[in-house]
């Protein structure tokens, strides 16, 4: 049990560390972002690079893969609108005065969350600033987008989330929600006594998870700015989340991931292989894929809490995880993309669905593993 696996391919086009990873939704293409100032194209089909994303000033922080375009940010303070069939830039957008944490792309909109302590809405055809969210007192780093469809029977005006709300998580130990239509605070969610690392909604529905630097994670009502539950078990910074048919599963620098019932808080089982700070996570078919500080990723059964497999060949921490089919992709610091046959993996069966589904939503986790002390071996 827990036997090596090995790689299929080994991408190391990179001359830096790999920051993010990004599948497109059609899962015929990746997108990484490096600390080399670059992204790279790489088609699903043969691990192939397939362009070269060349023009930022500093090193790539995120980025997402849409169909038709690539989105990238960067240290150069700048966003970036790439074509995926000519790797050409086709828009720049220019505004934010410090490094750009996080993108989101989502119903039609462009988001943006920076070191500047603002998140921006833009205008995704003419690449301008369409709002500006001022009100953190410290760096925003991670964002999220509730659309209007996915808040039914919201008790707030209809002007409110007439274009959704966007929520941010900052080191100054808040998370706020924005009325996007007007760029006002609808509520912020107070709490956590550290920085907010990472943040995952619920959709449909109106609650979000967010984790800290404070060992816990917390339930909020969006609308309400209620705190509905404390997760805390934890004994380091929680890093990463993933929300699927009810069950919240936390990542922390403790060496742990535990997974809880969204609805009661509820600890279920404790995920505890690793030997470093949990750095990413996946849940796919069954099985939870990690990324951690100790340059190597696990597969588990997601309801036994059994190791199936370890992934061993990085030599650095791995930053992001994907799955797609039968090819689990991992991107590390030490700047290779790593493509692994998962298909031996003991099949269990997917998590019951929920009577509410909460498999849907956008998450952004932190990236950069620097944000949390890796701990000795």
Not at 260 to 287: N, P
Request: glycine share 10%.
């Amino acid at each position: 049990m827990g036997g090596g696996g090995s790689a299929l391919r080994v991408c190391a086009d990179h001359r830096g560390g790999i920051n993010w990873l990004s599948l497109s939704p059609d899962g015929q293409r990746l997108l990484t972002g490096s600390e080399d100032g670059t992204a790279r194209l790489w088609s699903t089909a043969d691990g192939q690079c397939c362009a070269l994303l060349q023009g930022h000033e500093s090193y790539v922080t995120f980025c997402q893969l849409e169909d038709e375009a690539a989105y990238t940010c960067s240290a150069d303070c700048t966003i970036r609108k790439w074509d995926v069939l000519t790797g050409q830039c086709l828009q720049v957008f220019r505004g934010h005065t410090s490094i750009v944490n996080r993108i989101l792309v989502a119903n039609n909109q462009l988001f943006s969350s920076s070191y500047d302590r603002t998140a921006r809405a833009w205008s995704v055809d003419k690449g301008q600033v369409a709002r500006e969210f001022r009100g953190h007192r410290n760096c925003v780093l991670t964002l999220a987008y509730s659309a209007p469809q996915d808040l039914p029977g919201a008790p707030c005006t209809e002007e409110a989330v007439a274009r959704g709300l966007l929520v941010t998580g900052s080191t100054d130990g808040t998370a706020k929600v924005w009325q996007v239509a007007s760029g006002c605070c609808h509520q912020t969610l107070r709490g956590h006594t550290g920085a907010v690392l990472c943040l995952v909604l619920a959709t449909p529905g109106h609650t979000a998870f967010t984790g800290s630097t404070d060992a816990t994670v917390r339930a909020w009502d969006i609308l309400s700015g209620q705190q509905l539950r404390v997760f805390q078990e934890h004994q380091g910074s929680v890093i990463c989340l993933e929300l699927v048919n009810r069950h919240v599963y936390s990542g922390s620098a403790d060496r742990t991931v535990k997974c809880w019932l969204a609805d009661t808080g509820e600890r279920v089982r404790t995920f505890a292989a690793h030997r470093h700070s949990v750095s990413a996570l996946k849940y796919h078919a069954g099985t939870l894929f990690t990324g951690s500080g100790d340059a190597r990723a696990r597969a588990f059964d997601a309801q036994s809490g059994a190791l199936r497999r370890v992934f061993r060949g990085h030599a650095f921490i791995i930053n992001c995880i994907q799955v797609h089919g039968q090819v689990l992709y991992t991107a590390s610091h030490d700047g290779a993309l790593r493509l692994w046959d998962v298909r031996g993996l003991p099949r269990a069966p997917p998590l019951p669905p929920p009577k509410r589904s909460l498999s849907r939503l956008f998450s952004n986790k932190v990236g950069c593993a620097a944000s949390a002390p890796l701990q000795p071996a």
